[in-house]
């Protein structure tokens, strides 16, 4: 029986998302991030980076509905965006929240399009380098990806009407 990695599992995955954080240690504080964010166990490395940055004790027991982040520029923002995204859109199974015919949309905003353009670049090679996620494509715009799973994720700028008539499964 086959497992689903979860999102840190997947960034190890040389199959998967590997060549994009070949070294490992510049992206730690977002590893700690991603396991706090989806409650995934951590090491006593990722505590006190977690512990530092939050300024908290106790753990998530559960995945987060909600966060924000403040983070520099250059800090790898869109490419953790852009994973999330992809995450969520390829390995999580949302078939118990949509009708039939529906299709569920992970949206991503961005400040402005030229923001929107660059989170879409690293979303398309997220799913087109791994061949296993190329095979789920259906259909491809320069703002959005169609997949096989009855799921899309669109790049928009931030706008309180960008979301409107969407059946949202997730948003970043």
Do not use: C
């Not at 998967?16 to 992206?27: I, N, T």
């Not at 039939?100 to 670049?121: F, I, N, S, Y």
């Amino acid at each position: 029986m086959q497992t689903t990695p979860d999102i840190i599992r997947a960034t190890e995955a040389p199959a998967l998302f590997a060549p994009w954080f070949k070294d490992r240690e510049s992206w730690a504080a977002w590893f700690a991030f991603l396991r706090a964010l989806f409650a995934l166990p951590m090491d006593a490395a990722d505590l006190a980076l977690y512990r530092q940055h939050t300024g908290r004790t106790d753990l998530p027991k559960t995945p987060a509905s909600e966060a924000y982040l403040i983070a520099g520029r250059r800090a790898g923002k869109s490419e953790i965006a852009a994973l999330v995204a992809v995450y969520l859109a390829t390995f999580k199974d949302y078939s118990s929240v949509l009708a039939r015919g529906e299709r569920g949309t992970v949206m991503v905003l961005a400040a402005d399009r030229k923001q929107a353009r660059t989170v879409m670049r690293y979303i398309t090679a997220f799913i087109t380098d791994v061949p296993m996620l190329s095979r789920l494509i259906d259909h491809q715009t320069s703002e959005s990806v169609d997949l096989t799973n009855r799921i899309s994720i669109e790049v928009h700028t931030a706008s309180f009407r960008s979301v409107r008539g969407y059946t949202v499964v997730a948003a970043l």
